[in-house]
């Protein structure tokens, strides 16, 4: 049974900092995209960031563009999303995604992907 769990989340300040992590098991997906996606309340769900399989690829949501690193490692099946200079509106629940598909590509769409986690909730206060 495939499973990715997401961990780092919580209560920070504005201006502050949160890495969040994303374990698989169940399967490897060392040839797998990798993204992050977020639920804002009373919002859909957006895109946040993603990486090829290699690591070598990302791409970031324009909201987070500059702010935000996601990242990889292969050997423990994780990956991470730094979160810097949060504000009030990064406040969501934030979800992460794997997709084989397109592996070799960073996708910024949820179709990409096939397997999700259940999400963390990162909320910024002021």
């Known amino acids: 049974q495939v499973q990715l769990v997401e961990s780092g989340g919580g209560r920070v300040q504005a201006g502050g900092s949160r890495k969040l992590s994303c374990t698989a098991s169940?399967?490897?997906?060392?040839?797998?995209?990798m993204g992050w996606f977020r639920r804002a309340p009373g919002k859909e769900r957006e895109f946040v960031a993603a990486?090829?399989?290699?690591?070598?690829?990302?791409n970031y949501g324009n909201s987070v563009k500059g702010r935000f690193t996601i990242s990889r490692d292969n050997a423990k099946n994780t990956w991470y999303l730094q979160m810097a200079n949060l504000n009030l509106e990064d406040t969501a629940d934030y979800y992460c995604?794997?997709?084989?598909?397109?592996?070799?590509?960073?996708?910024?769409?949820?179709?990409?992907?096939?397997?999700w986690g259940q999400g963390t909730q990162v909320i910024v206060s002021s």
């Open positions: 169940g399967r490897t997906f060392t040839s797998a995209a």
């Open positions: 990486i090829n399989w290699t690591g070598a690829e990302t």
């Open positions: 995604a794997a997709g084989h598909r397109f592996g070799g590509i960073a996708p910024d769409t949820e179709d990409a992907y096939e397997y």
